[in-house]
């Protein structure tokens, strides 16, 4: 009688190691090929690459920017920075001064 107990939990027992198979396999396939897997790990390397150069390029522009506004700070605004901007945006020149003007090819 003791081994016909044994007999009829062995279903049970090979069903609950299957399950535990399948999901060990599931896992498996996931760490190898998931979203964060070892395929995905060298894709998400050189897309930290470039974003950190794209940081880098934006944080050199933002630099520049801020010197440039404090260069035009209405208290103490740098005349050659003025100067220059009158020039270009507003087309004002000394009387002194003589413009050439280059034509394009």
């Known amino acids: 009688m003791g081994r016909r107990g044994k007999l ?14 399948l999901v060990l396999l599931v896992l498996t396939a996931l760490a190898i090929a998931g979203p964060t897997g070892l395929l995905a790990w060298n894709e998400n390397a050189n897309l930290l690459d470039k974003r950190q150069a794209q940081i880098a390029m934006l944080s050199a ?45």
Not at 8 to 21: E, H, N, R, S
């Open 8 to 21: 009829q939990q062995l279903p049970a027992d090979q069903a609950k190691q299957g399950l535990a198979l």
């Open 61 to 105: 522009e933002r630099d520049e920017l801020r010197n440039r506004v404090s260069l035009l700070d209405p208290g103490a605004a740098d005349p050659d920075l003025v100067g220059e901007l009158l020039r270009r945006n507003m087309n004002v020149v000394h009387p002194d001064e003589v413009v050439i003007t280059v034509e394009d090819e």
